[in-house]
């Protein structure tokens, strides 16, 4: 075998079995929570992805942030039950898909989230009013977005806030403070949102019914549209072709 083709094949073969460069490597990112189905969740993408980590690893970085929950108030089959069919509609695009752990960088993995459902995250909305993501993740089971955020509180950034901000599926806030009353450290911003109280089951029946109301409309309008174009018009018999 020819030398030069056999060391190209070596070469391609070394790089084919070289693990990730060590900047590629898994660095805990600041959560706001991380429970043990997000501490599986993340394993097994990283895994997915080969970057190389280890459990004790990832629960050093967990034990260095503030656990903070989301506090929902429904059941754990109710909220089962949400997941299967909010699920089951975004698998036929009717409503976007849960959302899931994207990065380790919590403004990509925002980014990648609410990509098409708001820009909110948008690098350039983010740098057009003076905003930071501080941590990002997705919680309940997929249903909610939550960010913790650094924002300009005037228009000189002469002074900075901390707010934690939620998001459903469709990327409509379901919390934020105003910038009046946000929290001036990322301590109070977490203080304010454990305040918090949600039944997700709520309030996914009523934005599902606001949608079923608006289609209905549509289809109204669709069908009045018909009505005043008529019926369709019989399609003639074939003339007869003329003799030569």
């Known amino acids: 075998m020819d030398t030069t083709k056999q060391t190209a094949e070596q070469t391609a073969e070394a790089e084919r079995a070289t693990p990730m460069r060590k900047a590629e490597k898994f660095t805990p990112g600041p959560w706001l929570d991380c429970g043990e189905d997000m501490t599986r969740d993340v394993s097994a993408e990283l895994r997915r992805r080969g970057i190389p980590h280890s459990p004790a690893q990832y ?13 929902i108030t429904d059941t754990p089959r ?20 849960l959302y899931r752990y994207e990065s380790s960088d919590p403004t990509r993995d925002a980014q990648r989230n609410l ?13 057009w009013y003076k905003s930071r993501i501080l941590a990002a993740r997705a919680d309940a089971e997929g249903l909610l977005f939550v960010l913790l955020t650094s924002d300009a509180a005037d228009a000189e950034n002469r002074r900075r806030v901390y707010r934690v901000v939620a998001f459903d599926l469709f990327g409509t806030v379901i919390f934020c403070n105003s910038l ?9 911003a977490r203080k304010h949102f454990a305040a918090f109280r949600v039944n997700l089951t709520a309030h996914y029946r009523a934005v599902l019914a606001e949608r079923v109301e608006r289609l209905t409309k549509e289809l109204a309008e669709f069908k009045a549209a018909k009505r005043a174009l008529g019926k369709a018009p019989s399609t003639p018999a074939d003339p007869t072709p003329a003799t030569v």
């Open 59 to 71: 629960d050093a970085g967990r034990k260095r942030e503030k656990i903070m929950k989301t506090n």
């Open 78 to 97: 109710q909220l089962k039950k949400l997941v299967d069919v909010l699920a089951r509609l975004g698998h036929r695009a009717v409503v976007p898909r």
């Open 115 to 127: 990509d098409g459902r708001t820009h909110y995250a948008d690098a350039d909305n983010l740098r």
């Open 180 to 188: 009046e009353d946000a929290a001036t450290t990322s301590k109070g």
